[in-house]
């Protein structure tokens, strides 16, 4: 009966939340509450919240939060990154923490090998001149470079970046990939990706760098001035996993001085970034607003995916992607 179903807190249904069009398959199993309305009243709704469905990292799992919800069993997050949880205090309350592997791979790596693309072949550029009134010839400043038969450095090769190297392979580029451990050689083979021990060896001889890496304290601040010194100055940064993966700073002198060619960027930090930021008027900087996965397919999988882990959780069933503490 539908009075039996759970109850699960969400942050609003709304462009900045849940799209309308989702929200069917979460009240399938649960009955839903909005952030604002449960605080409106939270001793009311609170002992009956069993689980948070978490959305662009909203509502946010803080402890004042946290210890209103008694009844909590699973905060379950859309998406892979789980940076902004504190997993050991969340579990600490025997409360379980799920995530999306998987299901935001294709999405994500189709959006770097579209940046890839889009930076080399000045793509966002040529469209603002084809549309221009003013325009009445092709400047020689629309020559890009080439990508088939390029070097590709992929920084971090788990599921989406595997999927980016299998993508690769159709442009014939060369493959390197760092990581923290070595894939199978069945893996290397099958997208013709060579292993690079030492990520410096990567970062020389790439002409595109790509970071899919999660962000960890040894991940934060991966790609400084060392880093970027490395690179070749024909060579362009694409960056789909965490803004502070890479050191801002650092990239804006890199790119004011050449020192490498272009960046193209998913992920900042803040999102967005203040408006006078010095990243939003290079011209060799494409930028988009974290919309790796914002296809209506793969929003579809992922709250299924979410809506799977919660009801598993308040059912005491295994969970399917439980993130559990190392």
């Known amino acids: 009966?539908?009075?039996?179903?759970?109850?699960?807190?969400?942050?609003e249904v709304s462009e900045q939340g849940f799209i309308e069009e989702i929200?069917?398959?979460?009240?399938?199993h649960f009955h839903i509450i909005c952030l604002r309305d449960f605080l409106q009243n939270p001793q009311q709704h609170g002992p009956k919240i069993q689980a948070i469905?978490?959305?662009n990292t909203y509502p946010a799992a803080e402890p004042s939060l946290l210890s209103s919800l008694p009844s909590l069993k699973v905060v379950a997050n859309g998406g892979v990154g789980i940076d902004h949880l504190d997993v050991p205090y969340?579990?600490?309350?025997?409360?379980?923490v799920a995530n999306t592997p998987g299901v935001v791979s294709d999405a994500t790596a189709d959006m770097a090998m579209g940046l890839l693309l889009a930076s080399a072949r000045k793509i966002v550029e040529g469209h603002q001149i084809a549309v221009d009134p003013k325009t009445t010839s092709i400047p020689q400043s629309l020559m890009g470079v080439e990508v088939t038969g390029s070097t590709l450095g992929i920084i971090g090769l788990g599921?989406?970046?595997y999927k980016i190297a299998q993508r690769s392979k159709g442009f014939d580029m060369k493959i390197l990939y760092h990581n923290r451990h070595r894939r199978s050689v069945e893996d290397e083979q099958s997208v013709g990706a060579s292993y690079c021990e030492n990520m410096d060896d990567l970062l020389r001889e790439s002409d595109f760098v790509v970071l899919v890496v999660n962000l960890s304290p040894e991940t934060k601040g991966l790609i400084s001035h060392r880093e970027l010194s490395l690179m070749k100055p024909t060579a362009t940064?694409?960056?789909?996993?965490?803004g502070l993966v890479v050191d801002q700073d650092a990239l804006?002198?890199?790119?004011?001085?050449?020192?490498?060619?272009?960046?193209?960027?998913d992920v900042t930090h803040p999102e967005p970034l203040p408006r006078d930021h010095p990243l939003l008027s290079l011209p060799n900087v494409l930028i988009t607003p974290h919309v790796g996965t914002y296809t209506y397919a793969t929003t579809r999988r992922m709250v299924q995916c979410m809506v799977d882990n919660a009801v598993a959780a308040v059912n005491g069933l295994p969970v399917p992607n439980e993130v559990k503490l190392k």
């Open 237 to 242: 940064l694409i960056n789909v996993s965490r």
């Open 159 to 161: 599921h989406i970046g």
């Open 1 to 11: 009966m539908a009075e039996d179903k759970p109850w699960a807190l969400i942050s």
């Open 90 to 96: 969340i579990t600490s309350l025997g409360v379980k």
């Open 53 to 55: 469905l978490m959305w």
């Open 252 to 265: 804006v002198k890199a790119l004011r001085s050449g020192e490498i060619r272009a960046a193209a960027l």
């Open 23 to 28: 929200t069917d398959i979460i009240k399938q």
